[in-house]
Every structure is written in structure tokens, then in C-alpha cells.
């Protein structure tokens, strides 16, 4: 887990509170991802970069926006937050961008909870 | 569209006893498969994969997974089970039929918890 390293491991945040999620990746990687897992779901993937261009939005709410200011490292802004967005927050990274074979790397994650 | 379903939300297994936890999909083109296993308060971690070639894959901590494209299927299997083992495990698919953003589309099943009963 030393190649994809997530800050903080565990964030507790009121509704109208603004915080960010980090990621950094230490493997040379061109892709990074952030992925959302809640229980008893599928994980759900949220935004792709590739080479720091963001590629894919699945229709995520506005209250999430993501940076990625170099291939290195990801960021999750967070505001206005409601409770159902509780869950653990995944951040990946994969060498190539666009690659069917590529394999996904996940940091640990971290632990959301939104009072 | 790509899918994947694993039909078994838990199995439990004796320790030493071989293990199978099922994984079943759906694409239009050819499939990328993916096996990852995440324990307690962890992040994914990647076990193995198939792309093309022969059918029976090898990954890590003696995980085996077999591709069978006429069911649709890539169940994983370890001939003797370790308690260590006990953790969710997760199969994943990427269509190859999907260009541009959608190949990045990596589509994850609900997850299958392992129990290894010592």
C-alpha cells in the first residue's frame, strides 16, 4: 500500500464544513482515480485523470470537485456535504491512460463521516 | 454495457479446505477481468488478472482464477484455504468494445466476503 498513500485515514466533518482529501502516488503512474464505497455497493467510480486532464465525471454532485495538479497527486475538495455521503473514499492510479489491460492501484482509503 | 455479478454475498470455508468464490459477467466486446481483495480498514489490492492466452491465470498468495468464456465466468480458487485469507474479495471487468473515457470504465462487483473458519 506504500505506492498509493491516502491523507487523512479518518475525517469527521459537519455538513457546512469545507475539507480535502489527498492522494499521492509514488509509482510513476499517469492515470489517477477517486472511487467511492459504501456498504453493501459496488464501488462507484467518481473522476479520472489522465496526464492531470480530467477524462471522466459520472455525474457526481457539484459539493465534490477534484484537482489534480500533477500526475503525482490527486485532491478531493469537499463542502456543503450531506450525511449520505458517508463512505469510504478510494483514490487508484494506473500506468497508462486509456489502457483496457491496465491494472488499478488503490491507496487505503479514507473514512468519511458526515454529521 | 459491462457488468459483472458475484452470486454469493459470503462464503465460509474450513481452513485447508480449497475455496471458489464465483464471478460472473457481461460485455460486449472482449473482457479484462480483475480479481482484488480488501481487508478490514484497507484499500483494494490487486490479486490477478486476465487479458488474453491461457485460461487459467496465477496470482498473488497462491490465488488461482479460471476464465471460462462460454459461461461467462471467472471464478477464483485457492486449493487450501488460510484463515489469513478471511477478507472481501472483489472481480472486476473492463469491456473492450468501450473507446475513448469509457475504457477506463473498470466495473466492480457487490464483493463476496471470505470466511475461513480455522
Known amino acids: 500500500e506504500t505506492g498509493v498513500t491516502q491523507t487523512p485515514r479518518h475525517l469527521v466533518m459537519g455538513m457546512t464544513n469545507k475539507k480535502s482529501l489527498k492522494c499521492e502516488q509514488h509509482?510513476?503512474?499517469?492515470?489517477m482515480y477517486w472511487y467511492k464505497q459504501s456498504a453493501k455497493k459496488p464501488l462507484e467510480l467518481m473522476f479520472v485523470y489522465s496526464l492531470e486532464e480530467r477524462v471522466e465525471n459520472n455525474s457526481v454532485p457539484s459539493r465534490f470537485s477534484p484537482e489534480c495538479p500533477n500526475s503525482s497527486h490527486l485532491f478531493l475538495h469537499l463542502h456543503t456535504l450531506q450525511p449520505e455521503d458517508s463512505a469510504l473514499y478510494l483514490c487508484a492510479s494506473s500506468p497508462l491512460a486509456g489502457s483496457y489491460t491496465d491494472t488499478q492501484y488503490f491507496g487505503p482509503g479514507t473514512r468519511l463521516t458526515v454529521l | 454495457a459491462q457488468s459483472v455479478a458475484q452470486p454469493e454475498d459470503q462464503v465460509n470455508v474450513a481452513e485447508g479446505n480449497p475455496l471458489t468464490v464465483k464471478c460472473t459477467y457481461s460485455v460486449s466486446g472482449n473482457p479484462y477481468l480483475f480479481w482484488y481483495v480488501q481487508y478490514p480498514n484497507r484499500g483494494l489490492q490487486f490479486l490477478l488478472k486476465?487479458?488474453?492466452?491461457?485460461?487459467l491465470v496465477k496470482g498473488s498468495y497462491g490465488f488461482e482464477a479460471e476464465f471460462n468464456k462460454s459461461q461467462t465466468s471467472f471464478h477464483l480458487k485457492k486449493p487450501s484455504a488460510l484463515v489469513s485469507d478471511s477478507a472481501l474479495y472483489f472481480c472486476?471487468?473492463?469491456?473492450?468494445?468501450?473507446?475513448?473515457?469509457?475504457?477506463?470504465?473498470?466495473?466492480f462487483g457487490k464483493g463476496t466476503k471470505l470466511s475461513v473458519i480455522p
Open positions: 486476465y487479458i488474453t492466452g491461457d485460461n
Open positions: 472486476a471487468v473492463r469491456d473492450g468494445e468501450n473507446s475513448g473515457a469509457g475504457s477506463y470504465q473498470l466495473t
Open positions: 509509482l510513476g503512474h499517469n492515470a
